[in-house]
Nanobody, 115 residues
């Protein structure tokens, strides 16, 4: 069973930065892609950013230019660097990994952007 453990969430003021981490229990190259999704209260879960083993990235329009997804293969960890945070970025952020046909999810980490 694959485990994805997120960390790095918290409370930050508008304009601030956070870096989320997602540590996987196995070699991240075994996944076709890894990424981050988020879910705000009373809203559906939405894609934030994804990264494939071929280094292709995909970002939601709302975070382009502000968020960056990256990985550390030696640590089996994927990161989400979030800059210029806005109140509308407030959500639970979930790590995602795809190894067809299975999709794995982490437990989520809360990000709150508020003054």
């Amino acid at each position: 069973q694959v485990q994805l453990v997120e960390s790095g969430g918290g409370l930050v003021q508008p304009g601030g930065s956070l870096r989320l981490s997602c540590a996987a229990s196995r070699n991240i190259f075994s996944f076709y892609s890894m990424g981050w999704y988020r879910q705000a209260p009373e809203k559906e879960r939405e894609l934030v950013a994804t990264l494939t083993t071929g280094d292709s990235t995909n970002y939601a329009d709302s975070v382009k230019g502000r968020f960056t997804i990256s990985r550390d293969n030696a640590k089996n960890t994927v990161y989400l660097q979030m800059n210029s945070l806005k109140p509308e970025d407030t959500a639970v952020y979930y790590c995602n990994a795809v190894s067809s046909p299975t999709t794995y999810w982490g437990q989520g980490t809360q990000v709150t952007v508020s003054s």
